[in-house]
């Protein structure tokens, strides 16, 4: 669905992505991983157009989208959820939730139902500015509104960085559900192995700005643990 092809990318003189190849098959959910400062998130703001790209191609259902405006990509069906949330603190849930209404369908305008079916804590917190909600509940606040552009890929970065151990569990049952029951397309940054291993179908690891490896999930084996994820 997803295809990086030889991308380079530079912070000023330093080379932060190099000759990155990766592949992220339709339906499927794929976890990025790798040690701090090695490049995911570099990518993920990458493919949202939100850090200008040297060289390479992205494209997305067989279309380049490496020349396309930032404001452009949800409206291909791109929702992301960036590490800290990165909610409106001072905007209550519901139009927390409006933001993302105008991407959708003209005339379409409403939240969608599912919402509140997969985040139920949302429609009782409704009124309350999302600056009050805990960090469990803004983050499922930021899926929330990264799915109500009904997008076809999601990309989460770190959605479960600094939540309570329950709504981790969650936060996973809800990856899963999306990918199995709604044939949703999932790239997720995520560091804690036993999470990724459970909502994961593919792996795909960096080191240093490049792909190291990747493969089904059941390929990540403890060499390559060792080698690139343990610190």
Same mark, same amino acid.
Not at 3 to 20: A, K, P, R, V
Not at 94 to 101: A, S, T
Not at 147 to 152: A, G, K, R, Y
Not at 168 to 191: P, S
């Given at each position: 669905?997803?295809?990086?092809?030889?991308? /380079?990318?530079?912070?000023?003189?330093?080379?932060?992505?190099?000759?990155?190849?990766?592949?992220?098959?339709?339906?499927?959910?794929?976890?990025?991983?790798?040690?701090?400062?090695?490049?995911?998130?570099?990518?993920?703001?990458?493919?949202?157009?939100?850090?200008?790209?040297?060289?390479?191609?992205?494209?997305?259902?067989?279309?380049?989208?490496?020349?396309?405006?930032?404001?452009?990509?949800?409206?291909?069906?791109? &929702?992301y959820v960036p590490q800290g949330r990165q909610i409106?603190?001072?905007?209550?849930?519901?139009?927390?939730?409006?933001?993302?209404?105008?991407?959708?369908?003209?005339?379409?305008? /409403?939240?969608?139902?599912?919402?509140?079916?997969?985040?139920?804590?949302?429609?009782?917190?409704?009124?309350?500015?999302?600056?009050?909600?805990? &960090?469990?509940?803004?983050?499922?606040?930021?899926?929330?509104?990264?799915?109500?552009? /009904?997008?076809?890929?999601?990309?989460?970065?770190?959605?479960?960085?600094?939540?309570?151990?329950?709504?981790?569990?969650?936060?996973?049952?809800?990856?899963?559900?999306? /990918?199995?029951?709604? &044939?949703?397309?999932?790239?997720?940054?995520?560091?804690?192995?036993?999470?990724a291993r459970k909502v994961g179908d593919q792996f795909c690891i960096l080191d240093r700005g490049?792909?190291?490896?990747? &493969?089904?999930?059941?390929?990540?084996?403890?060499?390559?643990?060792?080698?690139?994820?343990?610190?």
């Amino acid at each position: 669905m997803l295809t990086i092809s030889g991308l /380079n990318q530079f912070y000023g003189e330093s080379h932060t992505l190099w000759d990155l190849d990766m592949a992220i098959p339709k339906g499927k959910c794929t976890v990025l991983m790798g040690r701090n400062g090695v490049g995911k998130t570099t990518l993920l703001q990458c493919i949202m157009g939100l850090v200008k790209t040297h060289s390479g191609d992205i494209t997305l259902e067989g279309d380049s989208i490496i020349k396309k405006e930032a404001e452009a990509r949800p409206r291909m069906g791109i &929702g992301y959820v960036p590490q800290g949330r990165q909610i409106f603190p001072m905007l209550t849930v519901e139009e927390n939730l409006q933001v993302g209404l105008p991407i959708r369908a003209r005339g379409d305008r /409403n939240i969608p139902e599912f919402i509140f079916e997969l985040f139920p804590v949302l429609k009782e917190m409704l009124h309350r500015r999302g600056g009050d909600l805990s &960090g469990g509940q803004q983050q499922q606040l930021a899926i929330a509104r990264a799915l109500v552009i /009904n997008p076809s890929l999601l990309i989460l970065d770190e959605p479960t960085e600094g939540i309570q151990p329950n709504i981790v569990q969650e936060i996973g049952d809800i990856i899963r559900m999306l /990918n199995e029951k709604f &044939g949703l397309t999932v790239l997720l940054v995520e560091q804690k192995l036993p999470f990724a291993r459970k909502v994961g179908d593919q792996f795909c690891i960096l080191d240093r700005g490049r792909t190291v490896a990747q &493969g089904d999930m059941g390929e990540l084996d403890e060499r390559l643990i060792k080698e690139y994820l343990t610190v």
